[in-house]
Nanobody, 121 residues
Framework: QVEIMESGGGLVQPGGSLKLSCSAS????????MAWYRQVPGQEREFVASLNHFGETNYADSVKGRFTVSGDTLKNTATLEMGSLKPEDTAAYSC???????????????WGKGTLVTVSS
């Protein structure tokens, strides 16, 4: 099995910056997309940003211009650089990898356990 690991969460003041990292414990045979989601307790999980194997990125409207996703899907790594943070960005941020773990495995989405980001003064 594979473990998706996130790191970099913490407490930051409004207007500050934080960088999250995502990696996999095992190298995938192939990756379609790596994505970041966030969830506030009691609310549904929300899409934040994604990076596909072409290097194309996609962002939620709420983070456009403030967050930047980058990485290398061949190495199964992704980074989410968050700037101009607002209290409403407070959430547990999770990374997922959508791809093929082995050559014979079907395409699946694998999730990390998440890292907590708190934006507060």
């Amino acid at each position: 099995q594979v473990e998706i690991m996130e790191s970099g969460g913490g407490l930051v003041q409004p207007g500050g910056s934080l960088k999250l990292s995502c990696s996999a414990s095992t190298l995938f045979f192939g990756v379609q997309t790596m994505a970041w989601y966030r969830q506030v307790p009691g609310q549904e999980r929300e899409f934040v940003a994604s990076l596909n194997h072409f290097g194309e990125t996609n962002y939620a409207d709420s983070v456009k211009g403030r967050f930047t996703v980058s990485g290398d899907t061949l190495k199964n790594t992704a980074t989410l650089e968050m700037g101009s943070l607002k209290p409403e960005d407070t959430a547990a941020y999770s990374c997922n990898v959508d791809g093929w773990l082995t050559e014979s495995a079907g395409r699946k989405t694998y999730w990390g356990k998440g890292t907590l980001v708190t934006v507060s003064s």
